[in-house]
C-alpha cells in the first residue's frame, strides 16, 4: 500500500468560500480520484484526477464547482468553490498503486462544515 | 442506473462468532470487486478484492465469496472481534478504477 495524507483534516468555512483540499501520496501512482462522503452515507466518486490535463468529472460533478489539480504522479488538489451548508461532507482521495491492480486506496479525509 | 446495494443497514454480532455481511451489484459488466472497512473519522481501509473470474478469496480471518449468477458478493469475518467493529462497505468497478459503493453495513460486536 502507500501513505495517503489530506491536508487539512478538518476545516469549518463559510458559505460563499472555497476550500482546497491536498492529498499527497509517498510514491508515485497511476490513478488518483476524489470522493465525497455525506454525513451517515456511502462514497460517492466525484471525479478522476489526471495528471497534467483537466479531471473527468463525474454526472452530477462540474469543474467550476470541484476544480481539480493534479501537477504530478503523486499530489491532486480538490477545491470546493462557493461553499453552502449541503457541501458539508467528507472528501477523500483515493489512489491506485500500479497498473497490474486495481487496489484503491483511501486518505484519511477531510472533514468539511460549511455554516 | 448502475447501483451496489447491501442488504442489512446493521449487524450485531457476538464476539467469537462469525460475521457475514451481504451485498448486491446490478452491473453485471463489473469484474472486479472491493470490500471496504471504514472506523468513525477514517478513511475506508482495504480489507480483500476479489476479480470476476474468482468465486471465492481467502484472506487472514476473511473471506469474499462471489455469485456472478445472482450478482451477490458476501464478506465473511471468522472469530468476530470487538476491533472488526466499523462500517463495511462493498465497492465494485469494471476496469475503469472508478469505484461504486453500496450502502454499508454497520458491524456491532457484542462482547
Known amino acids: 500500500s502507500a501513505v495517503i495524507s489530506q491536508k487539512p483534516s478538518r476545516d469549518i468555512c463559510q458559505r460563499g468560500t472555497s476550500l482546497t483540499i491536498q492529498c499527497q501520496v509517498d510514491?508515485?501512482?497511476?490513478?488518483m480520484f476524489w470522493y465525497r462522503q455525506q454525513p451517515g452515507q456511502s462514497l460517492t466518486l466525484i471525479a478522476t484526477?489526471?495528471?497534467?490535463?483537466?479531471?473527468?468529472?463525474e454526472s452530477g460533478f462540474v469543474i467550476d464547482k470541484f476544480p481539480i489539480s493534479r501537477p504530478n504522479l503523486t499530489f491532486s488538489t480538490l477545491t470546493v468553490s462557493n461553499l453552502s451548508p449541503e457541501d458539508s461532507s467528507i472528501y477523500l482521495c483515493?489512489?491506485?498503486?500500479?497498473?497490474?491492480?486495481?487496489?484503491?486506496?483511501f486518505g484519511p479525509g477531510t472533514r468539511l462544515t460549511v455554516t | 442506473g448502475e447501483s451496489v446495494g447491501l442488504h442489512l443497514p446493521t449487524l450485531s454480532v457476538q464476539e467469537g462468532d462469525n460475521s457475514i455481511i451481504n451485498c448486491a451489484y446490478s452491473?453485471?459488466?463489473?469484474?472486479?470487486f472491493i470490500w471496504y472497512k471504514q472506523e468513525s473519522g477514517k478513511g475506508p481501509q482495504f480489507i480483500i478484492d476479489i476479480r470476476s473470474n474468482m468465486d471465492k478469496r481467502q484472506g487472514q480471518r476473511v473471506t469474499v465469496l462471489l455469485n456472478k449468477t445472482v450478482k451477490h458478493l458476501s464478506l465473511q469475518i471468522a472469530a468476530t472481534q470487538p476491533g472488526d467493529s466499523a462500517v463495511y462497505f462493498c465497492?465494485?468497478?469494471?476496469?475503469?478504477?472508478?469505484?461504486?459503493f453500496g450502502q454499508g453495513t454497520t458491524l456491532q460486536v457484542k462482547p
Open positions: 483515493s489512489v491506485v498503486l500500479g497498473t497490474a491492480t486495481y487496489e484503491q486506496y
Open positions: 510514491s508515485q501512482v497511476t490513478m
Open positions: 484526477a489526471n495528471q497534467g490535463s483537466e479531471a473527468t468529472y
Open positions: 452491473n453485471s459488466a463489473s469484474d472486479y
Open positions: 465497492a465494485e468497478s469494471s476496469n475503469t478504477g472508478k469505484l461504486i
